[in-house]
């Protein structure tokens, strides 16, 4: 628990790949909470 996953692939709606502490497998999309990453916008000012 409050462990962070880097999502690497959906399988289906009910199972993904990801990578967690350098470990990477599947687990059900339903024992985790998605939380939102903060990429960066790439506007330009013009």
């Given at each position: 628990?409050?462990?962070?996953?880097n999502v690497l692939s959906k399988i289906s709606d009910e199972w993904l790949y990801g990578e967690c502490q350098g470990k990477k497998g599947q687990f059900p999309s339903n024992?985790?909470?998605r939380v939102p990453t903060n990429l960066p916008s790439h506007s330009s000012n013009s």
């Open positions: 628990e409050g462990a962070k996953i024992y985790v909470d």
